[in-house]
Nanobody, 120 residues
Framework: QVQLVESGGGLVQPGGSLRLSCALS????????MGWFRQAPGKQREFVAA????????DYEDSVKGRFTISKNNAKNTVYLQMNSLKPSDTAAYYC?????????????WGQGTQVTVSS
């Protein structure tokens, strides 16, 4: 069973930066997309950013455009989320998500989540 291993969350002051990482637990030959969602207490999980591995096309939720950057390392099967100019409203559990071709089928996977807290 492929697992998504996240790291990089923590506590940061408003205006600060954090970098999240998400790596696959085993090498996958064909990755369709990888991305990030977040869920604040009492709210639904929402899309943050995604990247298509073949074309490097990126997509962002409007509130993070210009502040967050998603990138990837194909050789390491890893995706990153650089978060700058963080706001208290960015506080949430951040979840990595991936669409992977495994055993001939496109399958969706979730990470366990990493907490990001933006507070002074």
């Amino acid at each position: 069973q492929v697992q998504l291993v996240e790291s990089g969350g923590g506590l940061v002051q408003p205006g600060g930066s954090l970098r999240l990482s998400c790596a696959l637990s085993e090498h996958i030959n064909t990755i369709n997309t990888m991305g990030w969602f977040r869920q604040a207490p009492g709210k639904q999980r929402e899309f943050v950013a995604a990247i298509t591995f073949s074309s490097s096309t990126t997509d962002y939720e409007d509130s993070v455009k210009g502040r967050f950057t998603i990138s990837k390392n194909n050789a390491k099967n890893t995706v990153y989320l650089q978060m700058n100019s963080l706001k208290p409203s960015d506080t949430a559990a951040y979840y990595c998500n991936a669409d992977l071709w495994v055993e001939g089928a496109l399958r969706n996977y979730w990470g366990q989540g990493t907490q990001v807290t933006v507070s002074s």
